[in-house]
């Protein structure tokens, strides 16, 4: 299996500079927020192992919030962010983005503080680098080469299947995936089509993830005298937290709303950008910490495979904790408008928003950590829409692909490689078709 | 607990509400719709204090005609109604169905339908006038309300006259067959309502203003303060006593022209089919998803809560859309899905369902998920067909004029963003609805891609495996002009009548 690998690079804007970069990334796009996947500057097309990649500017629209729970607010600087998800790993890839585009990089990431034609930009790079707290990816292991070969080989399939069926009829379903087995060797063998085998897992990697999916079960084993012992304390304290936590939840600007709509639904696929406080005090900071923890185990380990519980519309989706997990960070990139993408989480996994998000200042009140919360529907997309920002160069190696096409397709090929038992069997796999 | 009230299930207010919510005025065949400017504020009030709106009370006898009143956002304001008053509107309502090109990008307003081909746009007028008559009492009720009282204050900015349809829409279908059931009494919250699976009961919230809605929460409702001066004809916001509420037992409505063109649908249907008008017939009902007197291509029967015998099946026993293809037009516009997608097996079931491991069953391409929950997106439909009649075996015909006719589709929902454009973007206009790609509604659909991704196709899904393709689909319906509209409580519409002095 590929190993894939993701990048954040944060740095705060230099003063007065705002506007001026904001208008540079601006023309790095085809419409607005699309990015146009040749502009001058960085030509995201260009890297054939990068899945998903953004710059946004990060203006704090809600740190005031925090005065709620009594802490005195702190107004963040403007930052720039720039984040994207790789086959391989990070090095490799900024290295690789530094050789194609190190004057484009240069003239965007000029506009931080402490960044001059001086700076070893590669190395800067590598310092505002934030790791996440959790990622998820929704097919762990497919590459971006994997996802167009699959793409043309459906596409390809898609006529063939037509031509054969016009020849031959559809009597026989045994017959047609023959020919179609043929018809894809003859491509391949003319280099039409290309079916790159996957990457094998090496023992030593199968090994780690083995390590690593059974250490989290064997800790909690071990503890667990310890949390049972913990947990009506834990549950005691999490209620009076619960009943106490100030909501904050104004209706969100009509004029955001509208403006965060230009940046949308250019593609089937749309990113979400947000950043948020978390509430103060140890006790909430330690409950987000789990609960990311959580996220990026599953995600690992159960989800992983299209689904994350039930939702299927995310390609890729990341939170990071920040200064001093005072905040998060909340990216993702999700098939459909804003809208369905919200009722779909609402609808679909209430519990595991409120899980991860109850953390976080002014959240919709929860109770006993699942309920509540995100099932208030209007709340909770006010809670969200507040802390959303605008994606000012979004790219997407992929454009026109959801997350269920990529699926489909890796169906296809699968159907194709190895043939489907049955007739009946067959005849689904040649419904996908 | 938490500090969500739980919502009381107050007793709908019948009286105070306009009877379109409740009636669809089917016995009242004639009806014409009336979109107007205001002249001259203090006279439009003055006409709307005495206008005979009707109510949604229940009469001894139906009554013989009907008029009903919904403003845009421009109304309201010239009606006197300061941002104060209706910054608690939904956004989309304040800034109009063509507003923004996001919106328009979002519910499929582009090419042909875009705005800026329109032949009106309802942001720009100020009061829709509606008006509903038995057969050949139009003419009168017309002459009643629009006195000269009315035509001192007001200007006609559109008129819209409709057909009697005898529930027919103009391709000949039958139409409006899947109405959701409103639970009035509004005694059991929306969790007893059968979630799990297909319900067709929806609370009351869902289609009135400051109701319990499906969320069990109150549905978004513009409420004042003692700054808007007035405001004590209105009824107290519930819960918060210093409030007072514009939006109760009122309703947003969607108006919507959609142009049909008759003859092109059927000699596409014709051509497509080599001439055989069983086989013209059998197409048309798969793009539709009935055939033309109404009867459902599913033939399994579920019961399903709140919806009549004939309407009862969901698309549950057709998970691969062989028997009605999985982008057919009412399988678009009501996908008929409960809460969870499987057949649910005691609390384990539940359990693993939720956490989404079930999803070995989805193996079958109906059967992913992608589509749940219709419960929180149902449209109350109120429209009327105009234009003159065509059947489908003279628009055959070589002689077969393309006239002026279609839907003057109208629906009225509580959330313009959760309910009506959700559909319209999610469901009818995307081209990657339910795992399909490449297609929107075969019916309704602009055929300009969508999100770049080519929407002109349609398929039909076979025992086989082998998918009956139909591409370019022409375009059949155009849209020729929009509006969102408020369709106020009456003593709202008092209330807004008096504001103007």
């Given at each position: 299996?590929?190993?894939?690998?993701?990048?954040?690079?944060?740095?705060?804007?230099?003063?007065?500079?705002?506007?001026?970069?904001?208008?540079?990334?601006?023309?790095?796009?085809?419409?607005?927020?699309?990015?146009?996947?040749?502009?001058?500057?960085?030509?995201?097309?260009?890297?054939?192992?990068?899945?998903?990649?953004?710059?946004?500017?990060?203006?704090?629209?809600?740190?005031?919030?925090?005065?709620?729970?009594?802490?005195?607010?702190?107004?963040?600087?403007?930052?720039?962010?720039?984040?994207?998800?790789?086959?391989?790993?990070?090095?490799?890839?900024?290295?690789?983005?530094?050789?194609?585009?190190?004057?484009?990089?240069?003239?965007?990431?000029?506009?931080?503080?402490?960044?001059?034609?001086?700076?070893?930009?590669?190395?800067?790079?590598?310092?505002?680098?934030?790791?996440?707290?959790?990622?998820?990816?929704?097919?762990?292991?497919?590459?971006?080469?994997?996802?167009?070969?699959?793409?043309?080989?459906?596409?390809?399939?898609?006529?063939?299947?037509?031509?054969?069926?016009?020849?031959?009829?559809?009597?026989?379903?045994?017959?047609?995936?023959?020919?179609?087995?043929?018809?894809?060797?003859?491509?391949?063998?003319?280099?039409?089509?290309?079916?790159?085998?996957?990457?094998?897992?090496?023992?030593?990697?199968?090994?780690?993830?083995?390590?690593?999916?059974?250490?989290?079960?064997?800790?909690?084993?071990?503890?667990?005298?310890?949390?049972?012992?913990?947990?009506?304390?834990?549950?005691?304290?999490?209620?009076?937290?619960?009943?106490?936590?100030?909501?904050?939840?104004?209706?969100?600007?009509?004029?955001?709303?509208?403006?965060?709509?230009?940046?949308?639904?250019?593609?089937?696929?749309?990113?979400?950008?947000?950043?948020?406080?978390?509430?103060?005090?140890?006790?909430?900071?330690?409950?987000?910490?789990?609960?990311?923890?959580?996220?990026?185990?599953?995600?690992?380990?159960?989800?992983?495979?299209?689904?994350?519980?039930?939702?299927?519309?995310?390609?890729?989706?990341?939170?990071?904790?920040?200064?001093?997990?005072?905040?998060?960070?909340?990216?993702?990139?999700?098939?459909?408008?804003?809208?369905?993408?919200?009722?779909?989480?609402?609808?679909?996994?209430?519990?595991?928003?409120?899980?991860?998000?109850?953390?976080?200042?002014?959240?919709?009140?929860?109770?006993?950590?699942?309920?509540?919360?995100?099932?208030?529907?209007?709340?909770?997309?006010?809670?969200?829409?507040?802390?959303?920002?605008?994606?000012?160069?979004?790219?997407?190696?992929?454009?026109?692909?959801?997350?269920?096409?990529?699926?489909?397709?890796?169906?296809?090929?699968?159907?194709?490689?190895?043939?489907?038992?049955?007739?009946?069997?067959?005849?689904?796999?040649?419904?996908?078709? | 607990?938490?500090?969500?009230?739980?919502?009381?299930?107050?007793?709908?207010?019948?009286?105070?509400?306009?009877?379109?919510?409740?009636?669809?005025?089917?016995?009242?065949?004639?009806?014409?719709?009336?979109?107007?400017?205001?002249?001259?504020?203090?006279?439009?009030?003055?006409?709307l204090r005495a206008a005979p709106v009707t109510s949604a009370k229940t009469l001894d006898s139906p009554p013989d005609t009907a008029l009903q009143v919904a403003f845009t956002a421009a109304g309201l304001s010239v009606f006197g109604l300061s941002d104060n008053a209706t910054s608690g509107f939904a956004q989309p309502f304040l800034s109009g169905m063509a507003g923004e090109d996001s919106r328009s990008r979002r519910l499929g307003d582009t090419g042909q339908n875009a705005p800026e081909n329109w032949l009106w746009d309802g942001a720009?007028?100020?009061?829709?006038?509606?008006?509903?008559?038995?057969?050949?009492?139009?003419?009168?009720?017309?002459?009643?309300?629009?006195?000269?009282?009315?035509?001192?204050?007001?200007?006609?900015?559109?008129?819209?006259?409709?057909?009697?349809?005898?529930?027919?829409?103009?391709?000949?279908?039958?139409?409006?067959?899947?109405?959701?059931?409103?639970?009035?009494?509004?005694?059991?919250?929306?969790?007893?309502?059968?979630?799990?699976?297909?319900?067709?009961?929806?609370?009351?919230?869902?289609?009135?203003?400051?109701?319990?809605?499906?969320?069990?929460?109150?549905?978004?409702?513009?409420?004042?303060?003692?700054?808007?001066?007035?405001?004590?004809?209105?009824?107290?916001?519930?819960?918060?006593?210093?409030?007072?509420?514009?939006?109760?037992?009122?309703?947003?409505?969607?108006?919507?022209?959609?142009?049909?063109?008759?003859?092109?649908?059927?000699?596409?249907?014709?051509?497509?089919?080599?001439?055989?008008?069983?086989?013209?017939?059998?197409?048309?009902?798969?793009?539709?998803?009935?055939?033309?007197?109404?009867?459902?291509?599913?033939?399994?029967?579920?019961?399903?809560?709140?919806?009549?015998?004939?309407?009862?099946?969901?698309?549950?026993?057709?998970?691969?859309?062989?028997?009605?293809?999985?982008?057919?037009?009412?399988?678009?516009?009501?996908?008929?899905?409960?809460?969870?997608?499987?057949?649910?097996?005691?609390?384990?079931?539940?359990?693993?369902?939720?956490?989404?491991?079930?999803?070995?069953?989805?193996?079958?391409?109906?059967?992913?998920?992608?589509?749940?929950?219709?419960?929180?997106?149902?449209?109350?439909?109120?429209?009327?067909?105009?234009?003159?009649?065509?059947?489908?075996?003279?628009?055959?015909?070589?002689?077969?004029?393309?006239?002026?006719?279609?839907?003057?589709?109208?629906?009225?929902?509580?959330?313009?963003?959760?309910?009506?454009?959700?559909?319209?973007?999610?469901?009818?206009?995307?081209?990657?609805?339910?795992?399909?790609?490449?297609?929107?509604?075969?019916?309704?659909?602009?055929?300009?891609?969508?999100?770049?991704?080519?929407?002109?196709?349609?398929?039909?899904?076979?025992?086989?495996?082998?998918?009956?393709?139909?591409?370019?689909?022409?375009?059949?319906?155009?849209?020729?002009?929009?509006?969102?509209?408020?369709?106020?409580?009456?003593?709202?519409?008092?209330?807004?009548?008096?504001?103007?002095?």
């Open positions: 299996m590929t190993q894939q690998d993701t990048f954040f690079i944060l740095a705060p804007v230099a003063e007065g500079r705002a506007e001026e970069l904001e208008s540079l990334l601006h023309s790095m796009t085809l419409k607005p927020g699309l990015a146009d996947p040749e502009n001058a500057l960085v030509p995201f097309g260009r890297f054939d192992q990068l899945h998903v990649a953004r710059f946004f500017l990060v203006e704090a629209n809600t740190w005031r919030d925090i005065e709620a729970y009594g802490q005195e607010p702190q107004p963040y600087p403007m930052q720039l962010a720039f984040l994207g998800d790789v086959d391989g790993d990070r090095q490799t890839f900024l290295k690789e983005l530094m050789v194609h585009c190190a004057d484009g990089l240069m003239e965007v990431f000029s506009h931080c503080e402490g960044v001059d034609q001086g700076t070893d930009l590669l190395r800067w790079m590598e310092d505002h680098n934030v790791r996440e707290s959790a990622n998820y990816i929704n097919t762990r292991g497919r590459t971006v080469r994997q996802v167009h070969e699959e793409a043309a080989l459906a596409a390809a399939l898609h006529d063939e299947l037509a031509n054969v069926v016009n020849a031959r009829g559809s009597a026989d379903p045994f017959e047609i995936h023959k020919r179609l087995v043929d018809y894809v060797r003859r491509e391949r063998a003319s280099g039409v089509l290309h079916l790159t085998p996957p990457a094998r897992t090496t023992l030593r990697e199968r090994l780690a993830n083995w390590i690593d999916l059974i250490s989290l079960p064997l800790i909690l084993l071990m503890i667990s005298p310890l949390l049972l012992l913990a947990l009506p304390f834990f549950v005691i304290r999490l209620r009076m937290h619960e009943r106490s936590d100030p909501e904050i939840l104004p209706r969100p600007a009509d004029a955001r709303i509208a403006d965060l709509g230009r940046y949308e639904d250019h593609d089937v696929t749309n990113p979400f950008s947000a950043f948020g406080d978390v509430k103060p005090g140890p006790f909430r900071r330690m409950i987000a910490t789990a609960a990311l923890y959580l996220v990026n185990y599953s995600a690992r380990h159960i989800f992983g495979r299209g689904y994350l519980t039930r939702v299927q519309t995310i390609h890729f989706a990341r939170w990071v904790f920040l200064d001093g997990k005072r905040r998060v960070m909340f990216c993702s990139n999700y098939d459909g408008a804003v809208e369905s993408y919200m009722d779909d989480f609402v609808n679909k996994v209430a519990w595991g928003l409120n899980l991860v998000f109850s953390n976080g200042v002014g959240y919709p009140s929860t109770r006993f950590l699942i309920k509540g919360g995100a099932e208030q529907e209007d709340k909770f997309k006010r809670y969200l829409r507040n802390r959303q920002l605008p994606t000012q160069v979004w790219y997407k190696a992929y454009p026109g692909l959801t997350a269920r096409d990529m699926a489909r397709n890796s169906e296809i090929r699968k159907g194709l490689e190895k043939r489907p038992n049955g007739a009946k069997a067959l005849r689904n796999w040649l419904s996908k078709i | 607990m938490s500090k969500t009230p739980n919502i009381p299930s107050d007793p709908v207010e019948f009286d105070d509400m306009q009877g379109l919510i409740r009636f669809g005025h089917g016995a009242l065949v004639e009806a014409e719709f009336i979109l107007c400017t205001v002249k001259d504020p203090v006279a439009a009030g003055d006409w720009k007028a100020h009061l829709l006038v509606m008006l509903y008559a038995r057969k050949g009492g139009l003419a009168d009720w017309k002459q009643e309300v629009l006195n000269s009282d009315f035509t001192a204050a007001f200007t006609q900015a559109h008129s819209f006259p409709t057909r009697p349809n005898e529930g027919v829409e103009p391709f000949g279908f039958r139409d409006g067959i899947s109405e959701p059931k409103v639970d009035w009494k509004n005694t059991h919250p929306p969790s007893k309502h059968g979630r799990e699976d297909y319900s067709n009961l929806i609370s009351p919230g869902e289609v009135i203003l400051g109701h319990r809605n499906e969320y069990n929460a109150r549905s978004g409702s513009p409420l004042l303060d003692a700054s808007v001066p007035g405001r004590d004809a209105l009824a107290q916001a519930p819960g918060v006593p210093e409030l007072r509420d514009l939006g109760r037992n009122g309703s947003y409505l969607v108006f919507r022209q959609l142009a049909q063109d008759v003859p092109g649908f059927w000699r596409y249907m014709d051509a497509a089919s080599e001439g055989d008008p069983t086989r013209r017939d059998a197409l048309a009902a798969k793009m539709v998803g009935r055939e033309r007197d109404g009867t459902p291509l599913i033939s399994g029967r579920r019961d399903i809560e709140g919806s009549p015998r004939s309407n009862d099946f969901t698309y549950e026993d057709d998970v691969n859309g062989v028997s009605c293809p999985l982008g057919a037009h009412i399988r678009r516009a009501n996908p008929r899905t409960g809460d969870h997608p499987h057949q649910l097996e005691g609390r384990i079931g539940w359990l693993l369902s939720t956490l989404g491991f079930r999803r070995r069953r989805d193996k079958l391409p109906g059967r992913h998920d992608l589509v749940a929950s219709t419960r929180f997106h149902r449209l109350v439909r109120r429209g009327r067909v105009y234009g003159p009649k065509l059947t489908p075996e003279d628009s055959v015909k070589n002689d077969a004029k393309t006239e002026e006719r279609g839907l003057l589709f109208i629906c009225l929902c509580a959330d313009l963003v959760r309910q009506f454009e959700f559909v319209q973007n999610a469901w009818i206009a995307s081209p990657k609805f339910n795992g399909l790609t490449g297609e929107a509604d075969p019916l309704l659909g602009g055929r300009t891609p969508v999100s770049g991704v080519a929407s002109d196709g349609f398929s039909i899904q076979k025992a086989d495996g082998i998918e009956e393709r139909h591409t370019p689909l022409p375009q059949f319906v155009t849209l020729k002009g929009g509006g969102y509209f408020f369709l106020p409580g009456l003593r709202a519409l008092q209330f807004i009548a008096r504001h103007g002095r």
